[in-house]
């Protein structure tokens, strides 16, 4: 959780990026891991399921009937015969410079268009996390939640949702044939466990620059400085940290230099970044590095040997003073300080922007992964074409009159990628464009001030990540002949997504049951504690072979076995 929240405020910080993150109302409540919500296997039986069920709906021709409910079928238009008004539940993003959502390019001729009249009931940045749980429990329940609701707040409140699963072929034909382009199968995405639909799948399939998180650089001026190459095995790596260390590379005559520098504290700056080069983990932080998921099975990783390796190297690291001795404790703010002050010389980031200018920026290089020991298959932090569909974008309570009228409102933004943008970052030509030849780019204005960032202009003119899903073929390419800023973060990605986790090796997206939630929050919060602090503590001090042996004892005994399992069965779909 704390991942994504940071990374939306580096996100907001670096101006160059624009889906990176969660929710855009979420900024300040608590956003669900972008892993969470990592896609689904592939499965290419349903797939076809999926694309026959929408050639029964005539694919692209009109479903033709008599209104529903005061509603038309299909695409036509007005949605409504008579005037209907919709109460949209909404958080507001704090960037946001409109007083109202209704100012929005998607909105301000809505009413003549499709006859609804739209009350956005908008929360005010940072209380949705408060407000919601509130309106669910018979509150001021809205008509539509809007990229509000959580998977569990779906669960636990079905029998207040309206179930769209019968609605979508008549009042949803735009969505349907969207998710029947996706690359993987929507209803394994979209369905809880009781059978059901209640969420619009919203944001991008795939956003490339989402697919990875942190990535480590590393500074190319102090490489120079002290004739190194960019290192590309350990023995070449811990050289060039300890040259960091003992040659004064930013020149202040001082031995003021942190070769490497991490911090707990900072999402994508955790020293598990680093578990992969040993074959081990599934990416960085208390979850994905404690398994290991390859061809279907999860296996332990932190009670490994190349974990036991991985440990004992950056103790060696820790103990000749190569890495960052406050990296445990240190928050971020302390961190980036260091960082800006010329004293680090590698580290974990989104992009080297989030801290320097963009002069400083051309310091830095990406390290590519490094293979830390011989057979075996390292691994970058990141999932190759990591899914960034949120399922719950959209979803309809059983206060509204006109749950057909509402669901048409979402398909009226889901009628082509030019509108679902127009949601996402306002009208066309301005945060993003078309080729001549067809198809998006992203731009990067340049008429931004300090009182009105590129972040604000996102916020203010669009929703950023709470539109309508845009396929992988309709989202606009970041390009560096027209916005060289924006294309920065895909050039890093391109140096190390070759070593992500690969699409069969990822967590499914399915919705998981409370009580199987339940189930792993009872192992594992002192289970990844136990990991986190023995962690800590084995770099920082060391530790022997009788620490190991208890060490991997108590692992057993925190259940570490039960909490593996639970991973694989929810990658088989086999969990209560
Ligand atoms: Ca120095």
Request: with cysteine; charged share 25%.
């Amino acid at each position: 959780m704390k991942r994504l929240l940071a990374l939306l405020l580096c996100v907001a910080l670096l101006g160059t990026l624009f889906a990176a993150c969660g929710d855009s109302g979420k900024t300040s409540s608590a956003p669900e891991s972008s892993k969470v919500e990592s896609s689904t296997a592939d499965s290419s039986g349903a797939g076809e399921e999926s694309e026959a069920e929408s050639s029964e709906t005539g694919g692209d021709s009109e479903p033709s009937g008599e209104a529903v409910n005061g509603t038309n079928p299909g695409t036509e238009l007005p949605i409504v015969t008579e005037p209907v008004t919709l109460r949209i539940a909404k958080e507001r993003h704090m960037l946001d410079t409109t007083q109202n959502y209704n100012e929005k390019a998607s909105f301000k001729n809505i009413t003549e268009e499709t006859g609804l009249t739209l009350e956005f009931v908008e929360l005010a940045a940072g209380t949705a996390a408060e407000k919601v749980p509130l309106m669910l429990a018979g509150g001021d329940m809205p008509d539509v939640f809007w990229a509000l609701l959580s998977d569990a707040q779906i669960l636990q409140n079905e029998d207040q949702l309206v179930a769209l699963e019968d609605m979508l072929d008549t009042f949803a034909p735009n969505s349907m044939k969207t998710y029947s382009e996706l690359g993987t199968d929507w209803r394994t995405i979209a369905t809880t466990p009781s059978g059901h639909v209640y969420g619009m799948l919203s944001r991008y399939e795939s956003l490339y620059e989402n697919t990875g998180d942190g990535i480590q650089i590393i500074n190319k001026k102090w490489l120079e400085k002290v004739n190194k190459e960019v290192p590309t095995t350990l023995d070449e790596y811990y050289e060039v940290l300890k040259a960091f260390k003992e040659q004064d590379p930013n020149g202040n005559g001082e031995a003021d230099e942190i070769p490497y520098c991490f911090s707990e504290d900072m999402w994508c700056a955790s020293i598990t970044n680093d578990i992969g080069w040993w074959g081990i983990g599934n990416g960085y932080g208390d979850t994905y590095s404690n398994f290991t998921l390859r061809d279907g099975k999860v296996t332990g990783s932190v009670n490994t040997q190349e974990y036991r390796e991985y440990l004992e190297f950056f103790h060696k690291l820790y103990s000749e003073g190569l890495i960052d001795a406050e990296g445990f404790s240190q928050n971020t703010e302390v961190f980036s300080n260091k960082i800006k002050n010329n004293q680090v010389g590698t580290y974990y980031s989104w992009t080297a922007l989030e801290y320097l200018s963009s002069e400083q920026e051309k310091d830095w290089v990406v390290l590519p992964t490094i293979t830390a020991k011989e057979g075996v298959q390292p691994v970058a932090n990141g999932e190759i074409d990591r899914s960034t569909i949120n399922k719950n974008g959209w979803v309809i309570t059983k206060s509204c009159q006109h749950p057909e009228a509402a669901l048409r409102l979402w398909d009226y933004l889901a009628r082509d990628a030019e509108s679902k943008m127009t949601v996402a970052m306002g009208e066309k030509g301005t945060l993003w464009d078309e080729y001549p030849e067809g198809g998006y780019y992203f731009v990067v204005p340049e008429n931004t001030t300090p009182e009105y960032t590129f972040e604000h202009m996102k916020y203010t003119l669009g929703t950023v990540n709470n539109h309508p899903l845009l396929t992988k073929d309709e989202t606009p390419k970041n390009d560096g002949e027209i916005s060289p800023a924006a294309a920065l973060r895909d050039q890093m990605v391109a140096v190390v997504d070759k070593d992500y986790v690969a699409k069969k090796d990822q967590l499914p997206q399915s919705y998981v049951s409370p009580e199987a939630i339940d189930d792993r929050s009872f192992i594992e919060t002192d289970l990844k504690a136990y990991i986190k602090q023995f962690r800590a503590q084995a770099i920082m001090e060391g530790f022997s072979d009788a620490d190991w042996d208890a060490y991997c004892k108590r692992l057993d005994d925190l259940s570490y076995g039960e909490w593996l399992q639970w991973y694989e069965d929810f990658y088989n779909g086999t969990l209560n």
